[in-house]
């Protein structure tokens, strides 16, 4: 039985002696660690009811993201309870005990009382078995082979809402990037919108993410790399780090000129669909076998050269922007950011197969949506923008394969 004594107190020191755990697995995402912020201002109180645990060498066992938004905060010295009768093995075991969170809590019980809107905003993760999800107005895909059902104005969080999940085939999309052009002042929740779109891709289906950085107070923001590592917490896989190699305007400043932005390819599972593009080869082997690895017994197997001229394309594509190289109509330009026809087609025709379902939730002019009818896709559009739908709306109805 524990004597009162082997119980550990609870002393105040300063933040500053505290050292954090370098392994605990525990991570936090950016939204939810503001919350903890804001909790731990709000609430200081808090921290003597639930103090961090560390031990004898002041390094935390329990308590790692409390520490970094203690510091966050400005506080000073923090309640902290001193384990210092466990052992190695106790430890290592409380860290992850204590981490756990998912099975620390009866969640049913917890959302019967609580609301799960209200304990996320206090920083607690709970399993989406246990939110209600939210009503979803149904959106029939069927009708989406016919003008102009075919193009949803609208905030793309809160259209795509309304899908089915697992309805879409392939994404090929271009966000606003850093919100480098305000686009008639719209912006978007980069967050919401990956996590939606993890939602509606199919298995094996695929999300290509055109994007690049701004450049801030000399500093490229990292936006793009941000947002893939977003996709793959949302359990995307990301497939490919592809570059679209463009011309650009000459920049000035101590820097080389950029000429590419990253098409980032996530896919939820394996693909289902790759029809690669085929590219000459540089040259072809002429020799009829060549040596492959080596066996246990060191003896290399031999396999067979194919004698094929060509070989599926590099992941970094040369397309050309100007130039009238970007699209095959006027209406086009009539948005200030379009990427390029051939872009889009590629990654339809790569990604996808006739018949499939493909999404532009940032649409613009129309150019994924028109290349997708083109190919015998059907397509869906979402803009927030009136005006950039009518152009899609246009732009896709008087597509035409004719003198293509
Ligand atoms: C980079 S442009 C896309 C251009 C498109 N790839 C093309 O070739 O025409 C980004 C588009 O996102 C739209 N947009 C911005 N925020 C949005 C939101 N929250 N929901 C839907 N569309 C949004 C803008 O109106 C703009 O047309």
Known sequence: MTKTSDIPKTVTVPLSKIKLNPSNPRTIRDDRFKKLVESIKTFPEMLRIRPIVVNEDMVILGGNMRLKACQAAGIKEVPVIIASNLSASQQREFVIKDNVGFGDWDWELLVKDWDAVELEDWGLEVPEAFVEPPERPKVDLTGFTDLPSNIICGNNVDVLKGFEADSIDLTVTSPPYDNLRQYNGYEFDFE?????????????????????????????????????LYFKECGFNLHDTMIWRRCTIPQSGPRYESCFEFMFVFSKGAPLAFNPIMTDKLYTDN??????????????????????????????????????????????????AIFPEHLAEDHILSWSNEGDTVLDPFCGSGTTLKMAKLNGRRYIGIDISEEYCAISNKRVAEASNAGR
């Open 192 to 228: 919401p919108l990956a996590r939606e779109l993890y939602r509606v891709t199919k298995p094996g289906g695929v999300v290509v993410w055109v994007v690049n950085d701004a450049t801030i107070d000399g500093s490229e923001t990292g936006t793009s790399f941000k947002q893939a």
């Open 287 to 336: 020799r009829k076998e060549k040596q492959g690895h080596r066996g246990s017994d060191g003896v290399p197997t031999m396999l067979t050269v194919s004698q094929r001229t060509d070989k599926p394309r590099y992941n970094i594509w040369d397309i050309p922007v100007g130039g009238g190289h970007v699209a095959t109509d006027e209406l086009a330009s009539e948005h200030p």
